[in-house]
C-alpha cells in the first residue's frame, strides 16, 4: 500500500504438490526426473487498486523466486458480462503466475527451463471461495482474526535430499555436440534448492506481507 493512494488485496494460493522442471534445447523438450519435485507450494496474486476511484491499477503475479507488475491495460479479463476479474495463467507443474498464455523460457538462445500455460476450459475462481485471513492496515487487525495456521512458520512440506546426477547423465547420452554442451551449461545453472524437495513456509514470512512486491 502506497500511503493513501493505493489498497494491496494479496490473494494466496496454496498448492499441495510442484511438479518437475523440463527443459527446452533448442528444438528439443526434455524432463528432468524428478528435479523440481516439493510437497507444498505457495503462490500469489496482489491486486493494487485506487483509493480515489476503486479501479485495478495493477497487478503483481509472483513467479519463483520474484514475480512481475502488470499494469491493468495488458491484463486479460474474465470473458461475459464485461468482467472486472483480471485473469492469470499458473504454469505447468511450477504455478508461476503470468498475464497470457504461451511459453516463457528461463534461459536464453532457446536454451532454458519451461514455463508452459495454456488457455483452458478449467478454471480456479479465486472470488467464489475465499477468506480473508488477515488486514494488518485496518487498525487493530482491521476486526479479521487471523486463522491459526498463518502463524505456522514451519516448513509446508518435508525437505528430501536426492541425487539426480543418474538423471542428468541419462539425459547426456542421447544428446550430442552443441546441444550435449548447451544442456550440461543449463545444469549448471539451475539453483541447488531445486535438487531435492523442500516444502514452503507459509505466507506471513513472505518479504511482500509487511513490505511492497519486489
Known sequence: ML?????????????????????KIKLITLPLGRIG???????????????FNGELWRVFLSQHSGGEWIDACDLEFQEGGGSNKPVAYASLHGHAMYPKPGLVLQGNDGVG????TAKIKKVFDTGLGYEV???????????????????????????????????VKRIERFL????KRAFVNLVKKIPDEVYGEDGPTGPKLNGNWAGDEK
Open 176 to 179: 550430442f555436440g552443441a546441444l
Open 133 to 167: 485471513i488477515a488486514a494488518e492496515y485496518g487498525g487493530e487487525g482491521g476486526g479479521v482474526v487471523e486463522p491459526r495456521w498463518v502463524n505456522y512458520f514451519r516448513k509446508w512440506g518435508p525437505k528430501i535430499d536426492y541425487s539426480v546426477e543418474d538423471d
Open 37 to 51: 519435485e516439493h510437497i507444498g507450494d505457495w503462490e500469489h496474486v496482489t491486486l493494487r487498486i485506487s483509493n
Open 3 to 23: 500511503g493513501a493512494t493505493f489498497t494491496d488485496i494479496a490473494i494466496w494460493v496454496f498448492y499441495p504438490f510442484n511438479g518437475p522442471i523440463r527443459a
Open 113 to 116: 527451463i519451461r514455463n508452459d
